[in-house]
């Protein structure tokens, strides 16, 4: 009778519910002892007995898993309330599955039980009806939850009045068309009544794509972030190989291209977000000129003609500066720039990237100043050589190896002659017991230098020994704010990793909202040291996430959010600021940060500061070097005096020199899912004046994204990760790509409502920008070539967006 049953329908669903109940009871039961809930236990027995009933061809299965569905709906109401998206891995896929238990092939056999005449039973069609109801409160409570955390127009008016007047130049000559940083353009032509109507005016691709080998599954990233530099009719891009190709800006054909040749084979990251554009005097060879640098072992600033795409050979040796003649040791992929320099007030400004948490000692951090016309080195400032970081080196000496480095784009403010340089940490991130006076003096700081001379004015820092890679990854936005007497304070909004917005004054750094100390958690990592407090910025709006709790972990099953679950409970996390630990912990937000290397966006007229964030925890453990090297997980290293040996795995971060390996990850599930519920993505406008949030909405679907890291081709609004920055217009629109659901969009900014979507062939995870074709349109324009680390598809679009041409 058994093996009959069995080999049922009915048979077969109860040995599906008894693996399920086993799976609830054993990670229940687990969950339990480390302090977590009791659900999961609870309806891992009432699971397993609804199984076992049923490979017995007992109808009583039918009331057992009943009350797992009751059980279910009552802990999960309890527990998070009517926020569907909370609701959906606590009660769609047992909904689910209990429209095929309640269904007349399973429920109606098993009530039959060998009686074919039998008649349906009502309260079979009341279980359907509930599993039904079930999947509506899900997907119903989702989308009201969507609706309410869209807060607009509650807070601050946003007023009518005058944008900056400043549309006579039509370039976009820096990351944020002025060197102030604010990605605001006061073209209006496209506006919230006829920006529905914009199309593709015209796509080019590069020809530059991801090789084989340049996947992070090979441990490299392959991402196309490019914001082009437009001058006249041309753009000026790289691509993350670093060719640099010149674009006519209102057909899209392109006019020339340049090629390096560079060899970026041992570079984890290939990527290349600008161009910078310099102006030679009158009658100086090469008249215009784009300044980039090439990204392989022999590292040069390099001055390409604006019109030919030659080599400037004034400038330099034949076109050529040599980045890496004196900063010592350097294996390839260890140092080279990732952003664009910044040509201001007759000096090239630009840092480098280094090759994170590999070792101690690293290439310096110095930042350096070049004359654009002769490429003679004008000022380095590099913080190890106290009391005179300008001093210049010595016979046969170098800059000061592993201190904090500037990769992200810098702004400036020319009339002040200030340089604002974005700080990171000293090498390596995770583990700072070696570290050096100076290095924990300047670490994760925004910089103030003088353009001219390279002295610091001053200097102001957001985290204080930091120990979560939390540098800061781009410089601040400047705006003009009203002061307190009715005069007008220079002013700069500091975004950073952990969510934090610092308002301080430009000239000196003091701070214009308050910023208090906070007791933080502390460690217990052998030979570390922890500062015991960090500064928080109370006085602006807080793009920080709460702190994790149990309730907020999520999935797509009870099963993987069970799971997270355990995971939470066994590893260290105290919220912001849990310091890297032996046993594992969660960093949350963590290195890829609240915002990134793409900032925020300002209207310096309506005074509104416009930031996309996103949201995704990471694991940290920290291992000892030599059980890492017993595990091979790593090679011993003769720093410096062998060829580099590269970790097993992209995820290992050796550390040499330190007592320490760390493994970093996302924290993901065994689908592949985020362990913490949405959002996951926010786009938020805050009123620089009241220091108050005006709206705040999720941003982008869950399409193109799901389990397993299939492409599904529907998204739920729960806002999802973004990489990549938006931009403001004079009518009062944003635009922004960023979203790992590959879509372009247009929001109001007034309100946030979304006004246009568009998709694009790859991920749109750079930074748009527009301008005035010479047909008098306005183009609005972005490259579209993915980023490995958000899994978005791979390419190399530039793609423009404009009205329809009038006929």
Not at 421 to 442: E, K, V
Not at 472 to 488: F, N, Y
């Amino acid at each position: 009778m058994l093996a009959h049953n069995l080999r049922s329908l009915p048979g077969f669903t109860g040995i599906l519910l008894l693996l399920f109940g086993l799976a609830l009871i054993i990670g229940g039961g687990w969950l339990l002892s480390l302090g977590g809930g009791w659900y999961y236990l609870l309806a891992g027995l009432a699971t397993l007995a609804s199984g076992i009933l049923m490979m017995l061809g007992r109808p009583l299965a039918l009331a057992y898993y009943g009350f797992v569905l009751l059980l279910t709906v009552v802990w999960a109401l309890w527990e998070v309330g009517l926020d569907g998206w909370a609701l959906l891995p606590r009660m769609l896929a047992p909904a689910l599955f209990g429209l095929w238990i309640f269904s007349p092939l399973v429920a109606g056999r098993l009530r039959r039980n060998g009686h074919p005449s039998s008649a349906p039973v009502r309260r079979d069609w009341f279980g359907l009806i509930g599993c039904l109801l079930m999947i509506g409160l899900v997907l119903g409570s989702g989308w009201l939850v969507t609706g309410q955390r869209y807060k607009h127009g509650q807070i601050v008016s946003i007023p009518n009045g005058g944008s900056a007047a400043d549309g006579a130049d039509d370039s976009w000559r820096f990351y944020g068309r002025t060197p102030a940083g604010d990605r605001y353009s006061p073209l209006s032509q496209i506006n919230t009544a006829n920006v529905a109507k914009l199309e593709l005016a015209w796509s080019l691709r590069t020809g530059d794509l991801q090789h084989g080998d340049e996947k992070p599954s090979g441990g490299r990233e392959f991402n196309f972030e490019v914001t082009p530099t437009k001058v006249g009719d041309k753009l000026y891009i790289c691509t993350p190989h670093r060719h640099i190709l010149a674009i006519g800006a209102t057909n899209g054909q392109k006019i020339w291209e340049y090629d390096p040749g560079s060899d970026t084979s041992a570079d984890a990251f290939l990527s290349c977000r600008g161009v910078a554009y310099f102006d030679a005097p009158d009658g100086a060879p090469c008249p215009h000129r784009i300044i980039t640098t090439t990204a392989d072992a022999v590292e040069h600033l390099i001055e390409l003609d604006a019109d030919s795409g030659k080599l400037c050979d004034s400038f330099g040796e034949h076109g050529k500066v040599s980045l890496v003649q004196t900063i010592g040791p350097s294996p390839p992929g260890f140092h080279f720039i990732t952003s664009e320099p910044l040509v201001l007030n007759n000096r090239i400004v630009l840092g480098g990237w280094i090759f994170d948490n590999q070792s101690e000692g690293e290439p310096s951090g110095v930042i350096r100043a070049y004359d654009p016309e002769s490429g003679a080195l004008a000022w380095a400032w590099d913080m190890g050589r106290q009391p005179d970081p300008t001093a210049p080196l010595g016979q046969g000496e170098t800059w000061t190896r592993g201190t904090p480095n500037g990769w992200g784009t810098f702004t400036a403010d020319p009339d002040l002659n200030l340089v604002y340089i974005p700080l990171g940490n000293a090498t390596p991130d995770y583990y700072g017991g070696n570290r050096r006076p100076f290095d924990d003096a300047y670490s994760s700081s925004v910089l103030a230098l003088d353009i001219t001379t390279g002295k610091e004015r001053w200097h102001f820092q957001t985290v204080h020994h930091d120990l979560w890679d939390f540098d800061l990854p781009i410089g601040p936005s400047l705006v003009d704010l009203p002061g307190p007497d009715g005069d007008t304070t220079p002013a700069l909004v500091q975004t950073t990793k952990q969510g934090q917005l610092y308002l301080l004054d430009r000239r000196d750094g003091h701070t214009l909202a308050d910023v208090q100390e906070k007791n933080v958690a502390q460690g217990d990592t052998p030979g570390e040291r922890y500062s015991p407090t960090q500064p928080f910025s109370t006085g602006m709006p807080d793009l920080t996430p709460p702190t994790l709790r149990e309730a907020d972990l999520w999935g797509v099953t009870p099963i993987d959010q069970m799971i997270c679950r355990i995971q939470f409970r066994e590893m260290k996390y105290s919220g912001l600021f849990t310091p890297p630990a032996r046993q594992g912990n969660i960093g949350y937000p963590a290195f890829d940060g609240v915002v990134d290397w793409y900032g925020a966006s300002i209207d310096p007229g309506r005074k509104i500061l416009i930031a996309n964030s996103s949201y995704i925890p990471f694991t940290y453990r920290l291992v000892a070097h030599d059980e890492a090297v017993r595990k091979g997980d790593i090679q011993e290293w003769k720093m410096w005096q062998e060829p580099y040996k590269k970790p097993k795995s992209f995820d290992y971060n050796p550390q040499y020199g330190t007592p320490f390996m760390v493994i970093i990850k996302p924290w993901l599930n065994a689908l592949n899912v985020p362990c913490n519920r949405p959002p996951w993505g926010l786009l938020t406008a805050i009123d620089l004046r009241s220091k108050q949030i005006v709206w705040q909405r999720p941003l982008g679907t869950t399409e193109n994204t799901g389990p397993w890291k299939l492409r599904l081709p529907f998204g739920l609004p729960t806002g999802i990760f973004n990489m990549g920055g938006n931009i403001i217009t004079g009518s009062g629109l944003i635009f922004v790509g960023a979203t790992s659901d590959q879509k372009f969009r247009a929001f109001d900014e007034r309100s946030g409502e979304q006004l246009w979507e568009t998709a694009l062939p790859a991920g749109g995870n750079a930074t748009p920008i527009t301008y005035l074709g010479t047909d008098g349109r306005q183009y609005v324009v972005i490259a579209a070539g993915g980023h490995g680390g958000l899994g978005t598809r791979s390419g190399d679009y530039i793609q423009a967006y404009a009205l329809p041409a009038s006929k």
